[in-house]
T-cell receptor, first 114, second 114 residues
Framework: KAGVTQTPRYLIKTRGQQVTLSCSPI?????VSWYQQTPGQGLQFLFE???????NKGNFPGRFSGRQFSNSRSEMNVSTLELGDSALYLC?????????????FGPGTRLTVL | GDSVTQMEGPVTLSEEAFLTINCTYT??????LFWYVQYPGEGLQLLLK?????DKGSNKGFEATYRKETTSFHLEKGSVQVSDSAVYFC?????????????FGTGTRLQVTL
């Protein structure tokens, strides 16, 4: 079974631009979560989508948004990029059903904002 | 809110040494607990998990026991190898029935030398 895939793996943008990151979950998984990893703040939860609906949200500004498609693929968008948005963005998928299922992470997209 | 506290790293050990990485948590409910490992340039891999008190998670020689009375989930391995060098993250999830919205500790870097 293929794992979680994220594209692109690396991205360089300048301040003020916007960016879209993509995540394809493991086949059959309906829940997709996004995390930001930085040296200063560590791993922080951004949001989770389940069956095309946002189910949980972390404490990030409205510049960070996401969506999920009917095939469970998810995209994350960051508008008006700031230097502090430079980070590794990780996507994770899970079955999303009852039973305390674990999350499986992708390799991440490393975003550098200049 | 929920929080996870891990021992500061880096931890440097010789091959075949005993490893302990301390993890304590604060949660309002009855969380599931996880250990994830991150190798250089990669995403997170689930190492082990426990969903109720006194559960012992184990994988690849690593073990951790869910101690509700001390709110701890310490990671142990009897004999580390150079290939265990990585960053280890303790995490919890309070979401009932799923592992969404993980709260992570700051991570502990382990370096194993010959």
């Amino acid at each position: 079974k293929a794992g979680v895939t994220q594209t692109p793996r690396y991205l360089i943008k300048t301040r003020g631009q916007q960016v879209t990151l993509s995540c394809s979950p493991i086949s059959g998984h309906r829940s997709v979560s996004w995390y930001q990893q930085t040296p200063g703040q560590g791993l922080q939860f951004l949001f989770e989508y389940f069956s095309e609906t946002q189910r949980n949200k972390g404490n990030f500004p409205g510049r960070f948004s996401g969506r999920q498609f009917s095939n469970s693929r998810s995209e994350m968008n960051v508008s008006t990029l700031e230097l502090g948005d430079s980070a590794l963005y990780l996507c994770a998928s899970s079955g999303g059903l009852a039973g305390r299922s674990e999350q499986f992470f992708g390799p991440g997209t490393r975003l550098t904002v200049l | 809110g929920d929080s996870v506290t891990q021992m500061e790293g880096p931890v440097t050990l010789s091959e075949e040494a005993f490893l302990t990485i301390n993890c304590t948590y604060t949660a309002t409910g009855y969380p599931s607990l996880f250990w994830y490992v991150q190798y250089p340039g990669e995403g997170l891999q689930l190492l082990l998990k426990a969903t109720k008190a006194d559960d012992k998670g184990s994988n690849k020689g690593f073990e951790a026991t869910y101690r509700k009375e001390t709110t701890s989930f310490h990671l142990e391995k009897g004999s580390v190898q150079v290939s265990d060098s990585a960053v280890y993250f303790c995490a919890l999830s309070e979401s009932p029935g799923t592992a969404s919205k993980l709260t992570f500790g700051t991570g502990t870097r382990l370096q194993v030398t010959l």
